[in-house]
């Protein structure tokens, strides 16, 4: 845990923080914005289930707003395919079933556990998924376990390797992360950030 947390004190010293502050207030943004921006972010979180973020960033600015709120199922999965997307059916699926819930933004501000609801309602998002959308509209206190994420913390020692990332060892690896934030000062969307960039050098969302 000392050799990631010197690290990111590290890299908070360089000009690297003020993009990630950047990132994090494009986050705080979309916050503020309407249920339409909220459901075109929970569509891009579909997309990147066991998918490239990158790849997925680039569909998302093609197919919004009109592809996400209107396409039918065929005309998705067509475009979809076209693009790469390695699971193009199934996502078109799930863009269309998830519009039942377009005011998304409304429904969130009113749950208490907000990625609970997520994961009863919104087929195809799990834990990570689920956070992942969450910080991506501002809220900012959910663990993002990616494989760059497991994997940084398997190589510091903080957590052992594992078969399958169940609920229950997902919570477990979130309370680990959460005492690296509290030593770090910082909420788990920030250190996600910067977990991502030490693994892959990059700053996406």
């Known amino acids: 845990m000392k050799k990631l947390i010197n690290k990111i004190q590290e890299i908070r010293k360089s000009k690297i923080k003020n993009k990630i502050d950047r990132r994090l207030k494009d986050f705080l943004i979309l916050n503020k914005k309407s249920n339409n921006e909220w459901f075109f972010e929970l569509c891009y979180c579909l997309l990147t289930s066991n998918w490239k973020a990158k790849e997925s960033i680039e569909i998302q ?31 078109a699926n799930r863009i269309v079933l998830a519009r039942k819930y377009k005011n998304i933004k409304d429904i969130l501000l009113e749950e208490n556990d907000k990625r609970m609801w997520l994961l009863k309602n919104i087929k195809g998002l799990g834990m990570k998924e689920s956070s992942h959308f969450l910080r991506n509209v501002g809220f900012f ?12 913390l398997i190589d510091n020692g903080i957590i052992a390797e594992y078969k399958t990332l ?37 700053i996406l969302k």
Not at 66 to 78: D, H, S, T, Y
């Open 61 to 91: 600015k093609k197919l919004t707003p009109n592809g996400f709120l209107n396409w039918n199922e065929e005309k998705l999965a067509r475009f979809l395919k076209k693009s790469g997307h390695r699971f193009w059916p199934q996502r």
């Open 166 to 202: 169940t609920p229950k060892r997902y919570i477990e690896i979130e309370k680990k992360m959460h005492k690296i934030c509290k030593k770090l000062d910082m909420s788990q969307g920030e250190l996600d950030i910067y977990i991502w960039y030490i693994k892959t050098g990059t």
């Open 141 to 152: 206190d959910y663990a993002i376990l990616d494989r760059h994420i497991i994997s940084s």
